[in-house]
């Protein structure tokens, strides 16, 4: 016997779920296992819409029953007395379903699981997929069901999927009065006055940042459709997340509705017995008084909902400060160089006072710049610690007019919070989260996307265990771990980037050798800048870096290093797209950091600098951007555009050293897709970086747009042989150079001897070779000779050279046929046949070599013919195939 049930308390989505589920199990008998939602029952009783056949649990014979249908759910604690099957031998279990994972899951034997807005949108795409026709009264109870689990299509867990299945009911016939009427209905009297004490009995609390509304209403009857009432509630007052609690008959009615991704209302509802998914949920609770209720719903929140609104998470740290001895000019050139506005003062190691900029300025312009810093320092101020709430950062900000407070742990400055992270956190918070009821305290907290479904669509099992062990291994060793760079920038543009680079707060080192100890590993490591690389099994590589401030002591030198925070850490990087940061400590997998707007520059296409002296410190930055520009099909930010004028007019890049000027061109020259990027090189006139004379012609252009279809086309031949792309491309823009000028850049690049030898080849040997090749009665094997004295770069820069269609179906099949020429007779062949081993070998191989390529022999036997015939131990010289015959 096949049996379809679904939850206690079934709603719309459930009986939509079975009606479909029917369509794919005909022979299948209907059951509920318990009771139904009163606009359910009120529809089963009344309506002659839709007549379903439903089976009495009492009538059904347990022991027949060969195969259990769960649809809309798979906790084992909500299904009744079918409950008491599930580990009967034998007995086949298929679910289908849209919640989440739970504990108390059971393991079907078939499963069609998705995060969707509602069961019933799987099972109406398996009937569409499988071709099944539905009734227009069917399409009309399947819609009902998705109307009702997506809130009409506006909840937040509703997906693309929801809508297309909607539009596919509608097409079948599905009638939208009869589910406007269902899902609308008017509210009698009683429930009116319900839903008003609803309102006035909503209290608004904040629990770890978060702001829950909790409603309570106390009833001796049973009023229906509470959970309609509580849906309006919700929609009256704009509230996010509410929690609503009826006291009715012999029970506590918990009914959750959520928009905010800080809390997953099916997890509080299953610790009441109850269940349902992240938006939505509900329980019925025996046992509890409502006051007991309410204290066991706060107590659970406290668990489920992330802290992320103190102090501790939105301050700098460690944090820069200066000692009340020092004088004013010091304390200028620490804001300088950290480019920073403040400062605490410290005396003997305790915070005695704050230091601004605004006061450094003024008091230089009277000549008091060599004054310590104690002398104008301010000394009236407030702190706060670690796990000060945000609600009373933001009083002391804004109220008390402090733009920087020093926040403290003990008797140490553990960070500083300014005005500018309050404004960033108010900016993300009122940008994402709307503000609900209008007497209500509102409570900003930095919202963080969490990522990880995106990471479990794109990225290898193997690689998000890495990352999930590597949170795990910070949080033992109390630090936290982040996943970084342009890791993260790829994973957001849904680009293949397996290279893991993590930053620590804490010591990366340390970090890198106990991972490395615990899950296998070697580790390498440079002190000074506190990096290491762990080497992994499987050859896996991930950097791991101690977060970390960097400051330059003249422009394009090499970065001054010292330990910082995370946010520091990401506010020394090159571009915006470039700061984000998901962590990884076990709490907050997945939870993806933007301190400055990183997400927008990449939904906007921009790349942007994060301060204006950005290519001053490090020029190599300038070719990063048009990298980045052109690679991901970005545009430069008018501002950073501006800042690359001026630090070419400013001949910042003199100072760079020869090896990282070669190091990022050649990064420049291994992009995918090189002739636009050095159009935009030229557009900038960076190309004199290279040589003054360079400049992109319309010979160049055409020039590297061959190279280009030149590299893609022996890139498809999949020919498993190594050359260096920009080469081939360095030999294009050096093309229009003399010699000794090609010589002059090599050296003042610092090329090592082989890439110089190969460029060299380009412009001394190509020439002859390409006039050789011109001509129509070449020879297969003279091509070959001819082409396998040049490196590989050289014979892919003289097929796009060159303007003969001739010359180029000779190196094609250079490289697709001649190179997989070999001779198959070995020495010991020669031996066997008379010869005696000497130069004549070499010879011998030569000259088969040159007949195969010309098509002259075919096989071993052709090959062991021609040595008889031209080789024989007279070694008689005119009956040999010479060299001068074949060619």
Sequence with gaps: MQVITTHVNADFDSLASIVAAKKLYPEAIVVFPGSQEKSLRDFLLKSTFYILEVEKIKKVDFEKIETLILVDIRQIHRIGRFSEIILK????????DHHPPSPDDIKGSYEVIRQVGATTTILSELLRERNIEISPAEATILMLGIYEDTGSLTFTSTTP??????????????NLNVVSDMITKDLTAEQVSLLNELIENATVHIINGVEVVIAKVSRSNYVGDFSLLVHKLKDIENI???????????RIYLVARSRTKEVNVGEVAAEFGGGGHQTAASANIKGLTLIQAENKLKELLKKYIKPINIAKDVMSSPAKSIDASDSLKMAGELMTRYNINALPVLETGRLV???????????SFHGLKDVPVKEYMISEFATVKPQTSWVDVQRLIVENNQRFLPVIEGAKVAGVITRTDLLRVLHTDLREEPRYLPNAQFDPSQKRRTVTKLMEELLPESLISILKNAGEMAERLKMNAYAVGGFVRDLLLRNDNFDIDLVVEGEGIKFARKFASHYGGTVTYHKKFGTAVINLPGKIKVDVASARLEYYERPAALPQVEMSSIKLDLYRRDFTI???????????????IDFFGAKKDIKDKTIRVLHNLSFVEDPTRVLRAL????RFGFQLSKLTANLIQNAVKMNFFDNLSRRRLSNELILVLQEENVPPLIKRMDDFDLLKLIHPKLVFTEHMKELLERIHNVISWFKLLFLDKQYDQWIVYFAGIMDGLKKEEIKTVAEKLSLNRGEALKIYAVKEKVPGILFNLSSPAIKNSTAYHLLTSLPIEAQLYLMAKTT???????VSHYFTHSTQVKVELSGDDLISLGLTPGKIFKKIFHEVLNAKLDGVLKNREDELRFIKEHFPQSKTPNQRYTQSKIH
Excluded: W
């Design 89 to 96: 031998p034998n007995i086949r279990i298929h679910i289908y």
């Design 161 to 174: 999927e929801d809508y297309s299945m909607a539009a596919y009911l509608l097409e079948r016939g599905a």
């Design 240 to 250: 996010n997340l509410l929690f609503a609690l009826a006291d009715m008959e012999d």
């Design 353 to 363: 006072g704050i230091i601004t900029r605004q006061i450094i300025e003024k008091a």
């Design 578 to 592: 470039n700061t984000l940061a998901v962590k990884l400590n076990p709490r907050s997998f997945g939870e993806m």
């Design 627 to 630: 990298r980045f520009e052109q």
């Design 804 to 810: 003969s269609e001739h010359v180029r179906k000779a």
